[in-house]
């Protein structure tokens, strides 16, 4: 079993930033790519982005393109989720999950039903 632990929610003004992590007990956390998601209040969980094993390739959602970015540090188990330009239909709450490597295909990548390992969410609030 995996164990997924997200951090760095909170409250911030439309146009701020903030920093997300998550720290995987994944013993060979550079098998897996990593993938964020989140889910709005009475939304579907939705995909936000995901980066492969070496940070060489990434995939991001086109709402937010341009404004997040993900990193990875393989030595501390942690990915990271940069969120600039904060706009209020962001105010989700924000999961990290994680998938083979093997596995890192856009149209893989992108559907929450296919992961088994959620953490247990930071929530993001954007205010206007």
């Known amino acids: 079993q995996v164990r997924l632990v997200e951090s760095g929610g909170g409250l911030v003004q439309a146009g701020g930033s903030l920093r997300l992590s998550c720290t995987t007990s994944a013993r060979t956390f550079s098998n897996y790519y990593m993938a964020w998601f989140r889910q709005g209040s009475g939304k579907e969980r939705e995909f936000v982005g995901a980066?492969?094993?070496?940070?060489?390739?990434?995939y991001y959602a086109d709402s937010v393109k341009g404004r997040f970015t993900i990193s990875r540090d393989n030595a501390k188990n942690t990915v990271y989720l940069q969120m600039n330009s904060l706009k209020p239909e962001d105010t989700a709450v924000y999961y990290c999950?994680?998938?083979?490597?093997?596995?890192?295909?856009?149209?893989?990548?992108?559907?929450?039903?296919?992961?088994?390992?959620w953490g247990q969410g930071t929530q993001v609030t954007v205010s206007a």
């Open positions: 999950t994680s998938g083979l490597t093997s596995n890192f295909v856009r149209a893989v990548v992108v559907i929450p039903t296919r992961y088994t390992y």
């Open positions: 980066i492969n094993w070496d940070g060489n390739s990434l």
